[in-house]
């Protein structure tokens, strides 16, 4: 059964360090998202992507996140200037039709410290 | 702004007990709403889409249902293997990919 892939599972990195996290969504999808959930409380949209460029962002995702899609298999975050709130569980998914049966990665967990 | 809330916040039943998951939602017009399954440290995992008032879907022991403002998840005869935080979600029609999610039910069932 295909699945979106992340890597890496954790990832922890000090203040005000640059991060990135990747994705490979399912092969044949054209949307792509990225929601992150910080512990206890609800998943959060932060971006979706399409046709190489962002579709939307929600204020969450300020000038401190970039998405890219550097080949045709990886979609990746950029988080430029780590804060500690931006500790949390990022979730890439993809979907083949705008938001129908989205599937889910299985995230990562950053940890700034 | 879109909401979802989802009462309970847990559950716990016994092993055979039927019951139902509720998710109420405001939304200016509903294009699709969504369950999910999340299992602890894990991505959530779709079960349904539902787009209209009265419709219906069964996967298993899970049964979705839909009415304008709000959604059940019923689940029958539930086994320890259902236990998970089950999500609820919406997305608005006009034009927004965004898909606001509730805080979800945790689910126990035992033994």
């Known amino acids: 059964e295909p699945e979106v892939t992340q890597t890496p599972s954790h990832q922890v990195t000090q203040m005000g360090q640059e991060v990135i996290l990747r994705c490979v969504p399912i092969?044949?999808?054209?949307?792509f998202y990225w929601y992150r959930q910080i512990l206890g409380q609800k998943v959060e949209f932060l971006v979706s992507f399409y046709n190489n460029e962002i579709s939307e962002k929600s204020e969450i995702f300020d000038d401190q996140f970039s998405v890219e899609r550097p080949d045709g298999s990886n979609f990746t975050l950029k988080i430029r200037s780590t804060k500690l709130e931006d500790s949390a569980m990022y979730f890439c998914?993809?979907?083949?039709?705008?938001?129908?049966?989205?599937?889910f990665g299985q995230g990562t967990r950053l940890t700034v410290v | 702004e879109d909401q979802v809330t989802q009462s309970p916040e847990a559950l716990r039943l016994q092993e055979g007990e039927s019951s139902s998951l509720n998710c109420s939602y405001t939304?200016?017009?509903?294009?699709?709403l969504f369950w999910y399954r999340q299992d602890p440290g894990k991505g959530p995992e779709f079960l349904f889409t539902l787009y209209s008032a009265g419709e219906e879907k069964e996967k298993e022991r899970l049964k979705a249902t839909l009415t304008k403002k709000e959604s059940f998840l019923h689940i029958t005869a539930p086994k320890p293997e259902d236990s998970a935080t089950y999500l609820c979600a919406v997305q608005n029609s006009g034009g927004y990919q965004k898909v606001t999610f509730g805080t979800g039910t945790k689910l126990q069932v035992i033994p």
């Open positions: 998914a993809s979907s083949s039709i705008m938001n129908t049966e989205a599937f």
């Open positions: 092969s044949n999808h054209l949307y």
């Open positions: 939304v200016s017009g509903l294009r699709g």
